[in-house]
Every structure is written in structure tokens, then in C-alpha cells.
């Protein structure tokens, strides 16, 4: 066994200003068949804010798997005494407090599968330098506070790569001997060596053009692989949007004269903000209604205008170090969250935001990798672009808007812009303007960057007097690793009252005026509202709109959540008390679920189906049951096989004592729009679940006359997840129809291997030997693998461990083709802890299993270490 040097852990608290800056920073790119030569010109200079000002110490460069060919300083040689190649690095002895350092370096993209750095892609250059890529492209200070003016000439071959790329305005271009051209960039805004983009290939163009509230002129260019013209439309829509939106809602106009986005196929995430050049993952940008479905369409609006919204959030303003990330990515998500309110139905959007923390963020919260939205260490930064940076900091940016208000919240962007613009800042400075601009004091808002778990606030309500209630509200929050006491946190808890019979009421809260909504600010452990209204008895209505990411418990009877469920005005809390009525049903002790409350259930769901004031969208998501990923999340011991039945059962008795209703929804639901197609495929799955020899051919008809993705998609989901002997016939047409479409072909992947029956690990081994997989290509990964054992939790949990070790199996072959996703996959064993001891053995066998690999990665390393010190 090769056993690698114990990775080292780095902390937020050793974080010291750079010893030198780099003012320009020259780059020439030859591309080459077999390689590319990297020359480097950097300007450096001392740092006037270092820590030892009288002193000068050697500089020392960040550099990973380069070839070092030559190297000057001020123009003259370096000789072997004067600098040293290092592990990760290099470092330079002679030094001064300005100088030029050039280094001409080797690199080979050709063979770079780990997709950071300087990469290929269906024969293109690419890079994607964040975190920390750009030090596998050439020598440099590789962090973010490092912002440097930019200019990048590229050269290459004319034929097969007649584009050349990068970021800022195009300065010149012209052919060279042997069929080679160039070009030559430069970009005016200073940036971190991250933001670096470069690509080079033969792609076609769509071009439009965007004038800002200025007047200014932006040319606007997407780049996709030949032939796929007819799938970008969608995207640049989505771009004209948020450059709109952008301009109305936060006074932020766009400040190049060329914004380009170029789609590639092999990503390891969806998307990269570089400056003037983003580069997207193909599933981004490519839709068209008969390649994509409504909700890949969502994907496509949202991440583009996320890529967007970092021009000024994230790049115009940076990061000071890696741990400030969420101050970029929790305020960019935040924004683009905003923005597909603004777009698409608000709360459609907002349940969809809340699935994602509860599924999700709970469950990294109370496992292994639980971490503050600012984290306080970290051994590799690529693990640290979690679902509680992004999407818990955006929820922690949401309650700033809600404390506020919308013009607060506005006064502490604009001061926030006013003040640091062209700056690497850190997530004090975000919350020092917001305070200042609006002259309150947030010490103890400040807990939500530096305490990681997910508080709990237990409520009661008792009755004071007539027309006078008690809300009563104590908060806690459970031991993280590293964090054992909490300090109380300020929590934002929005609350409506209703009758009994689900009429709203007004009232006061705490003495203020009347009103139907109020927002109640805990800023202790435990606290006590009263609330004033006309009303002998009242059922609350508790945290609306999830104003708080935290967790609520409150002794709710059946009924009552029956109530709310069919009555509470406001349509987040509306769908949420279906949710926790089912979830309490789904998670208590019983071993199945009783005649009682099935019937309540059922009652409730052909009511939401029959409410003629309700729209499809909210239909669908209020009939959908909690996933058990949201259940793993909420809950800290699970009995998975009681769960499994509890959860298939009540979707079957669901779909059998309401088969009527389904059948009817699926035939009279009209409309071609998403709310409408959404709502018949659930009914078209509740009734294959009903009665599968009944309705399969329901579901045929649909795979043979759909004339959209959505429904195509979702006839073969219901098809392949059932057990027809002929199912195979269908799954081959579908292929057969689509083989020519990477994306399509990635939902042919998903759904085969969602099928809950015993046989479906041998068919994903299966599916793994697929001409059409590659385990080069993230997308393929996530499709089959991601998706089962993120998607298909009965068989993943499978008590034979075949899941198990599936999983690990790939996670091993990944582990030196591609970290970063190995890494990511890693993750999908840490909740292990919940489980019964024999799930807990078997999940530990495979983490020893990976732990003990040759070679592991640091990225794989962090989170298995981790995982197995639970
Ligand atoms: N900054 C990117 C975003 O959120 C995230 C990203 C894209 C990324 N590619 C990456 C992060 C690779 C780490 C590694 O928009
Ligand atoms: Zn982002």
C-alpha cells in the first residue's frame, strides 16, 4: 500500500495577508496536440499590508503536476540555486519588493480527466479554475485576494480550433505559419486568478445584443457544439432577463462590451461565473421543448442568471480567503432565487428552495460534514461547495431581507457595493454594511456564520385569558463536530392565526397594531409572544414562508394540520402542514400506518385535488409525499425497513383509494404548460401504481404521442419503475429515438435505475459497461450512480449491502480519474449513523474499504475520515 503524507487541515483563524501581490499577470497559451506550453509574465510586488513589513521572504508559487522549462527574473535566467521545485510548488529565493518573474511551463489538458485546470472536451480546451485550478495551469499565488489585470494571447491550430477565447475584450488576432492563428484578450478588471477562463474550439453562435440602462452596447455570444443552434434560444432569453432583472432590482448594469457563454459536456458542477466568459455545463444551457423538460428549462434560467449575478457579486466584489464563500455563492443564490420568484410561480419556487434544505442541508447538518455557512477548516476547499454554503447562506441572506424589508435590504446592498467594489472581502464586511446602512446591531445575527446544526424551536400556545393567547418559544441547537455548546441564535419566526375552521384572523402580537401576519424576532433561548385577537380558540400558523432555516416543533393534532392544509391562505405553510402531517405519520413508532390516519390523508389529498382555487403546480407538489431523504433529515434514528413500507404504503393506498380521482385528473387536466403536464404525471404514476396491468398502456400512449420532453420523460419513468415483462421493448425505443442526444440519454440512465425491484444493481452494473457511459463524463455519473444512491433509497439501502458496495466500487475507480466527483459521492454515505446497527457494519465496511485505497485523494480522504470519526 502506497500510503500517502496525512493531508493537512487549514483554519480559518492562521488566515495572513499575502506576502506579495501580482499587478499584471501575461499569459501565452500554444496549444498542441499532445500538450500546451503555458509562458507566464507576473508582475509582483510586495504586499504593504503583510504581516513583517521589514521583511522580504522568498516568494512562493502554488503549482501542481507542471513541468517546469525555463524561468527568469527581470529577464535574466534563474540558476538552480535560486529557486526549488517543491511538492506543491515553487519557490523563488531571490526576490525584491518589485519585480518581473517569467516562467514558461508544460502542461497536458489531453490527459487531464480531473476537469480542473486546463482540460479537453469533445476535443475543445477548457479550464475551470475555481477553487483551486489555476495553479495546474501555470506557477502563480493561487488565492483569491489576489486580483490581477489580465492579458492572454492564445495559439493554436485554425482548423481545428477557430475560436480562441478568454476573458475581457478582444485586442487583436491574425494567422501564423504551419495553420496556426492567435488571439489576444485583455481583460480592464482586475480579478482573481479563479475567474481565469480559456477556450479553444470549433463551436457554433448564437449572437444577440443587450443594451444596458445606460445605453452601453453588450454583445452577447453562446457557444455550443456544431449542431446544436436549435437548443440555445431558451438560454439567451434567460440571460437578456437577469441582466434586466439585475438593472430593476439591485441598479447593477453589466460592465464589459462582450459577455460569452460556452457549453461543454464535461463539468464537474453546473456552471462557472468566470469574468466576460462563462462556462456552463451542457445541461445549463441546451433545451428545447423536445430535449428538455419544464424543469430542466428552470435549471437553464436560474443557473444562467446565477452566473450572471456573480458579475457583481462575486466578481466585481470577491472573496478575501475560501472560507468567506458563501458570502458570494449564499448572496448569488439568494439573488437568483429572487429572480425565478420574480419569473416563475413565488411559491412554487419557495417549496422547492425548502425541499432542497430539508432533504438536504438537515441531513449534511447533522452528519459528519455538518460546517457553518462560513466554515473553520477545511483539507479540500472543492468539498466545501456545499448545499449549507449555498443554500443555507442563501436562507441566512433571506432573513437579513426579512428583517429588513425590501428597501433596508436594498440601502445595504447599495453601501455594500458603494464601499468595496473591485475588493476581496470577507462575510463581515456583507454584514457591517447591512448594519450600517440600516443602524442596527446584528451581534447576534453573526451566530448564523460561525455555529453549524440546525436549530430546533419547540412552541406552545396557551390561552391567557379570553381573546388572549401565550406563544411560548424555546430554541436549541444540537452538538456539531467541533461545536458542542450553541449560543442562542436570532431567528425571524413568521406566524398567522386561524380559526378552527381555517378562517384567518387578525390580531396583535406583543402589542403592535392588527394585523393578519406578524413577525416574531427571537433573540434569546426561550421567550414568550402575546398575542391579542376576537377568537375563544385558534389554530397557529408557524414559521410562513420557512422564514427561518431551522426546525419547528410544534404539538399539532391530525386535524388540525388537516386544517391548515385546506385552508391556511398562506400557500407555503398550506403545502407545508400536508408535509409534516404525513411526515409525523411516516416517522412515529407505529410499524404501519393505521386505517385512521391513512383515511385523514387520503380525505386531505382528494381535497387539494378537487380545489378549484388552487393552480396545478401547487396541486401537484401538496399531493407529492416528503421524500424519505427529508425524512432521513429530520430525524435522527431510522428504521429504513419500517420506513420503506410505511412510505410505500401510503403512496399505494394513496393511489388505490383515490384511483377515481387520479384517473380524472389525468384525463380532465388541461392546459400545455408545466403546472398542467406536472399534475397528469404524478396522477398518471399514482394510477400505474394503482393498478399497473390496468393503466400501463396509459402510459404507453403517452411515450408514443408525446410532443414534449416532460411527458416523454415521464411516461418512460412510470415504465421503467414497474414491473411489465415488456418494459424492455420500451426502454429500447426510447433509446433507440434518442441515442444521438447526451442529455436525453442521461434521463434514460436515471430513470432505469430508480426501478425499486432486487434486480436493478445487476442492471446498473449493466448500465455501467453502456457504450454511452463514460465515467470520464460527471454528468454519467450523476445520472446513474448520483441518482441511485442519492434517488433510489430502497435498493441503495438494500440489506444486502449490494447498494452499498456499488457505490464504493465507483467511488474507488474515481478517486484518481476524477476527485472532485469521487469526493461528492463519498457524501452520500454520511448519514450512516441513523441507521440499524447491520446498515451501519456494512456502510463502515465500505468506508474502510475506501479509506484504505492507494493514493487517495485528499478529497476523498477528508470525507471518509470524517464519516468513520461519527
Ligand atoms: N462558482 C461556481 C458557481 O457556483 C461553482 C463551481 C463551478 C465550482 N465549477 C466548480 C466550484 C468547480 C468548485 C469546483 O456558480
Ligand atoms: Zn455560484
Not at 480559456?198 to 453562435?205: K, P, R, S
Not at 425548502?354 to 459528519?368: N, T, W
Not at 477545511?378 to 442563501?394: D, L, Q, R, S
Not at 390580531?507 to 392588527?514: C, D, E, I, P, V
Request: net charge negative; charged share 25%; with cysteine.
Amino acid at each position: 500500500m502506497v500510503s500517502s503524507p496525512k493531508p493537512t487541515v487549514k483554519f480559518r483563524k492562521d488566515y495572513q495577508p499575502s506576502q506579495y501581490l501580482i499587478k499584471h499577470t501575461d499569459l501565452i497559451f500554444q496549444l498542441f496536440d499532445s500538450h500546451v506550453l503555458v509562458t507566464a509574465e507576473i508582475d509582483i510586488e510586495s504586499n504593504p499590508n503583510r504581516k513583517n513589513p521589514q521583511e522580504l521572504t522568498p516568494l512562493v508559487l502554488d503549482g501542481d503536476e507542471l513541468e517546469l522549462l525555463e524561468i527568469y527574473v527581470n529577464g535574466s535566467n534563474l540558476d538552480s540555486t535560486q529557486y526549488e521545485i517543491v511538492d506543491n510548488g515553487l519557490i523563488v529565493k531571490q526576490t525584491a519588493e518589485k519585480f518581473t518573474l517569467k516562467t514558461l511551463t508544460k502542461i497536458y489538458p489531453q490527459q487531464n480527466t480531473s476537469l480542473e485546470g486546463l482540460y479537453q472536451s469533445n476535443g475543445k480546451f477548457c479550464t475551470q479554475c475555481e477553487a483551486e485550478g489555476f495553479r495546474k495551469i501555470t506557477y502563480y499565488i493561487d488565492r483569491p485576494e489576489i486580483m490581477s489585470e489580465f492579458k492572454v494571447r492564445i495559439e493554436g491550430n485554425k482548423n481545428q480550433y477557430p475560436q480562441l477565447l478568454s476573458n475581457g475584450n478582444m485586442l487583436s488576432s491574425g494567422d501564423l505559419d504551419n495553420g496556426m492563428h492567435y488571439v489576444e484578450w485583455h481583460d480592464p478588471f482586475p480579478k482573481p486568478c479563479y475567474l481565469f477562463a480559456l477556450v479553444a474550439g470549433d463551436f457554433d453562435c448564437l449572437e444577440d445584443n443587450f443594451t444596458t440602462m445606460s445605453g452601453r452596447n453588450v454583445k452577447l455570444e453562446l457557444f455550443v457544439d456544431k449542431g446544436k443552434l436549435d437548443q440555445c434560444r431558451f438560454a439567451m432569453d434567460s440571460l437578456i432577463k437577469s441582466m434586466e432583472w439585475d438593472e430593476q432590482k439591485f441598479g447593477r448594469e453589466y460592465d464589459l462590451d462582450l459577455y460569452m457563454i460556452v457549453a461543454v459536456s464535461d463539468f464537474n458542477m453546473g456552471a462557472m461565473e468566470n469574468k466576460g466568459l462563462n462556462i456552463f455545463n451542457t445541461r445549463y444551457v441546451l433545451a428545447n421543448t423536445q430535449t428538455a423538460t419544464d424543469s430542466d428549462f428552470e435549471g437553464v434560467e436560474r443557473v444562467i442568471a446565477h452566473e450572471y449575478f456573480h458579475n457583481w457579486t462575486g466578481n466585481r466584489i470577491t472573496c478575501r480567503d475560501w472560507f468567506q464563500l458563501s458570502l458570494k455563492e449564499g448572496l448569488t443564490v439568494f439573488r437568483d432565487q429572487k429572480f425565478s420568484e420574480d419569473m416563475q410561480s413565488k411559491a412554487v419556487q419557495r417549496i422547492d428552495q425548502v425541499k432542497i434544505i430539508r432533504a438536504a442541508q438537515f441531513a449534511e447538518d447533522s452528519g459528519p460534514m455538518a460546517h457553518p455557512i462560513r466554515p473553520d477548516s477545511y483539507i479540500e476547499m472543492n468539498n466545501f461547495y456545499t448545499v449549507t454554503v449555498y443554500n443555507k447562506g442563501a436562507e441566512v441572506i433571506g432573513m437579513m431581507h426579512t428583517l429588513l424589508g425590501e428597501e433596508g435590504f436594498r440601502k445595504g446592498m447599495d453601501l455594500y457595493f458603494e464601499r468595496h467594489d473591485g475588493q476581496a472581502v470577507t462575510c463581515e464586511d456583507f454584514i457591517k454594511s447591512m448594519e450600517d446602512a440600516n443602524n442596527v446591531d446584528w451581534t447576534l445575527f453573526r451566530h448564523w456564520y460561525s455555529q453549524a446544526g440546525t436549530p430546533s424551536v419547540k412552541v406552545t400556545l396557551s390561552k391567557v385569558a379570553s381573546g388572549q393567547f401565550k406563544l411560548h418559544c424555546q430554541q436549541s441547537c444540537p452538538a456539531t463536530p467541533g461545536q458542542d455548546v450553541k449560543k442562542p441564535f436570532m431567528i425571524p419566526i413568521k406566524v398567522g392565526l386561524l380559526s378552527t375552521r381555517g378562517k384567518p384572523i387578525q390580531f396583535k402580537a406583543n402589542g403592535a397594531t392588527l394585523a393578519s401576519e406578524a413577525l416574531l424576532v427571537m433573540t434569546e433561548s426561550e421567550q414568550t409572544f402575546i398575542l391579542d385577537c376576537d377568537e375563544e380558540e385558534v389554530i397557529p400558523s408557524l414559521l410562513r414562508d420557512f422564514s427561518a432555516p431551522i426546525k419547528l416543533e410544534y404539538k399539532y393534532t391530525q386535524a388540525q394540520l388537516a386544517q391548515l392544509f385546506a385552508s391556511d391562505p398562506n400557500s407555503f405553510n398550506r403545502w407545508d402542514a400536508g408535509q409534516t402531517l404525513m411526515s409525523e405519520i411516516l416517522l412515529n413508532d407505529n410499524e404501519i400506518i393505521d386505517e385512521a390516519a391513512l383515511k385523514i390523508i387520503a380525505d386531505a389529498v382528494s381535497a387539494i385535488l378537487h380545489d378549484e382555487n388552487l393552480d396545478n403546480a401547487l396541486k401537484a407538489l401538496a399531493v407529492q409525499l416528503p421524500s424519505l431523504n427529508s425524512l432521513i433529515g429530520l430525524s435522527n434514528n431510522i428504521n429504513m425497513d419500517q420506513l420503506i413500507n410505511k412510505h410505500q404504503q401510503l403512496k399505494k393506498y394513496l393511489a388505490q383509494s383515490l384511483e377515481h380521482v387520479w384517473f380524472s385528473a389525468y384525463n380532465t387536466t388541461a392546459g400545455d404548460n408545466s403546472g398542467a403536464r406536472w399534475l397528469r404525471n404524478i396522477a398518471l404514476s399514482y394510477l400505474l401504481r394503482a393498478n399497473e396491468d390496468q393503466h400501463f398502456e396509459l402510459a404507453v400512449s403517452q411515450q408514443n404521442h408525446a410532443n414534449n420532453m416532460t411527458d416523454e420523460i415521464s411516461a418512460l419513468q412510470v415504465i421503467a419503475l414497474s414491473s411489465e415483462k415488456f418494459k424492455a421493448d420500451y426502454i429500447n425505443r426510447f433509446y433507440k429515438k434518442w441515442a444521438h442526444e447526451d442529455l436525453v440519454l442521461d434521463k434514460w440512465f436515471t430513470a432505469q435505475v430508480l426501478n425499486e425491484n432486487d434486480d436493478v444493481i445487476e442492471h446498473i452494473r449493466e448500465l455501467l459497461n453502456h457504450e454511452k457511459f463514460s465515467i470520464e463524463n460527471p454528468n454519467k455519473v450523476r445520472a446513474v450512480i448520483g441518482s441511485f444512491a442519492g434517488g433510489n433509497l430502497t435498493q441503495f439501502h438494500n440489506p444486502t449491502g449490494a447498494g452499498y458496495e456499488l457505490l464504493a466500487d465507483i467511488i474507488i475507480k474515481l478517486n484518481s480519474i476524477n476527485p472532485q466527483i469521487a469526493g461528492r459521492l463519498t457524501t452520500l454515505f454520511n448519514q450512516w449513523k441513523k441507521f440499524d446497527v447491520k446498515r451501519q457494519a456494512l456502510i463502515k465496511e465500505q468506508l474502510f474499504r475506501i479509506k484504505s485505497t492507494d493514493n487517495l485523494s485528499n478529497d476523498v480522504y477528508e470525507i471518509v475520515d470524517k464519516s468513520l470519526q461519527m
